[in-house]
């Protein structure tokens, strides 16, 4: 026992994320084909799934960095399909930069237009955010329903609504590849994770990447 | 476009499970290791994260689902380490059996103790949770912090504090690997995922699976 203790590395509680970043860049191997802001990207998806998969599963469309950045420098909603993804988005960049991130899921009105309608509660919310934020900059960050994305890409193609970007990463068995073939070609700007990987987990670290690029966490400000 | 579209199968929203799940069971391979009860588990890990690796990297102590769901049948607290296990938990399979969940990573009074100490937040909540939960069934289920498995690991060497069951999914690249040898050669009850992968869903994913377990979901009542 004791050797696995004296085999901990000493590292200080703030440094364990560099540390982290550090190993990744060293086992990542190549990754010249990713700009530096979807290296990060990436990295941080890595560094919170300890899966290196995700380098070769995750999809970017032209500009979506850019264009996520861009629209949490202007006051960004974030929209997501869990609670969970909810809760792992960071609280203080969102402040720092006047964004907001909501989850409509647990909402009782979403629950009883699902059951009217034979929808998932994940394509309600979908609808309901769209008509709530068509005059705002919105993100929609989706790490579990499939049905939300498919919801989205009708809302889409009907109704004339442009999201900023779709951060596509549904996880699961059932038309996960699918709802993400749908987005990466529906014109919408994306961050994909192809295939059936993803999670909550994944949407939030999506997000908390690009808020990072802004948003410096020793300072508590957003960087010049 | 419309070829994706058709792809799509038809399947009601409260079928996507079951259909998920049927999927998964016919990719598994060889589970005849497992008992029925850890193979629901796993299943529900993999349902989650749709990484079959899970199958490979699953750790259970003997029994520690039987003393998991006896926990849960006598109103035991799981203390999560992060927001985000909390909110993946399900809380009306919590509320049928009278158990609660917590985490204490945002409490103010845990930053400045870890702050204080040199210490992560993570282990400070594991010093708080033994100290407050002493004469309860404590279920610590972990998805982030190796600190947090190090603390417990340390808190019932010294203390004589013994939970229920430790549920060690920390995911990483600092000091995960050996937390989690920690626990497994501590004498406590424990499911652990082995080696880097983890993740707050994972944990909130063992939870839910000992739940529902005891919890029917179609009923909303606990199983005879």
């Known amino acids: 026992m004791n050797s696995i203790l004296r085999s901990l590395e000493n590292v200080r509680p703030a440094d364990i994320e560099r540390r982290s970043m550090e190993i990744i860049e060293s086992e990542i191997g190549d990754t010249s084909a990713l700009t530096p802001e979807q290296k990060l990207i990436v990295k941080r998806v890595i560094h919170t799934t300890a899966d290196f998969d995700f380098l070769n599963i995750m999809r970017f469309s032209e500009n979506a960095t850019d264009i996520g950045l861009n629209a949490l420098k202007n006051n960004a909603v974030i929209v997501t399909d869990t609670q969970m993804a909810l809760s792992g988005i960071s609280k203080p960049a969102l402040n720092a930069l006047g964004c907001e991130a909501v989850c409509f899921m647990s909402d009782p009105q979403i629950a009883s237009i699902a059951k009217e309608n034979g929808i998932t509660r994940a394509a309600a919310s979908m ?34 609504f442009l999201p900023s970007l779709i951060i596509g990463a549904p996880v699961g068995f059932v038309n996960v590849v699918q709802s993400k073939q749908l987005i990466m070609n529906s014109g919408v700007p994306f961050i994909i994770t192809q295939g059936r990987k993803g999670g909550s987990g994944v ?9 990072y690029m802004l948003y410096d966490r020793s300072s508590g400000r957003l960087f010049e």
Not at 133 to 144: H, L, S, T
Not at 203 to 211: G, Y
């Open 127 to 160: 609808n309901y955010a769209a008509d709530l934020y068509r005059e705002r900059n919105v993100i929609f960050a989706i790490g579990n329903a499939p049905t939300a994305l498919v919801s989205l890409y009708e809302i889409i193609r009907e109704c004339n």
């Open 203 to 211: 949407a939030a670290a999506i997000c908390n990447a690009l808020l």
